[in-house]
């Protein structure tokens, strides 16, 4: 079983739906949570990130992490065609020297 | 302020071939990383660099793939002899003295190894 499993899709919406993004993981150290967005042929950029469990709101995009299923989830509402690119989860079991662990990425259209 | 530099953008080569990838961080930020982002994956980390000093390269195919970081800001990867599973992108990230969510990534150097 991988560390960290992600669901690359690809998923295709219209503009202006939410869309959910999710990954599990298995390794229950893990305390430090991000989303990165990666355009094509671009690096990824961070997005959003979270410690330990809990909600994080920005805009139009909120994170949830739930350590006691091991699954976190990224949401945006009223997506639009400018969102459309490959979103990866990363995570960590310490800031700082630990190194990230991420998923596949999920590859999202969003179609105007 | 100007982001994480890499060079070239794309290299295609014959397998047991060598090939340098070269990255400048993005000015006073201390900590480098080397990645592998194989089509349809997510980045492994290959080695970090704290100045220039190695931090973790225990991902890193030490018979094929070497990386130095002379006086603590550029760094080059190198891969010596290169294999067919080694055709991926190699992005560079840096981060102000391992913060650990403030990685900025380079745009990454797409190795293509016939």
């Known amino acids: 079983q991988k560390e960290v499993e992600q669901d690359p899709g690809p998923l295709s919406v219209p503009e202006g739906a939410i869309v959910s993004l999710n990954c599990t993981y298995s390794n229950s150290a893990f305390q430090y949570f991000m989303w990165y967005r990666q355009y094509s042929r671009k690096g990824p950029e961070l997005l959003m990130y979270t410690y330990s469990s809990g909600n994080k709101e920005d805009g139009r995009f909120t994170a949830q992490v739930d350590k006691s299923s091991k699954y976190i989830s990224l949401f945006i509402r009223d997506s639009q065609p400018s969102d459309s690119a490959t979103y990866l989860c990363a995570m960590s079991v310490q800031g700082g020297s630990e190194k990230l662990v991420f998923g596949k990425g999920t590859k999202l259209t969003v179609n105007p | 302020e100007a982001g994480v530099a890499q060079s070239p953008r794309y290299k295609i080569i014959e397998k047991r071939q060598s090939v340098a990838f070269w990255c400048n961080p993005i000015s006073g930020h201390a900590t480098l990383y080397w990645y592998q982002q194989i089509l349809g994956q997510g980045p492994k980390l290959l080695i970090q660099f704290q100045n220039n000093g190695v931090v973790d390269d225990s991902q890193l195919p030490k018979d094929r793939f070497s990386a130095e970081r002379l006086k603590g800001v550029d760094s080059t990867l190198k891969i010596q002899p290169a294999k067919l599973e080694d055709s991926a992108v190699y992005l560079c990230?840096?981060?102000?003295?391992?913060?650990?969510?403030?990685?900025?990534f380079g745009p990454g150097t797409r190795l293509t190894v016939l």
């Open positions: 990230a840096s981060s102000p003295d391992m913060v650990w969510n403030e990685q900025f």
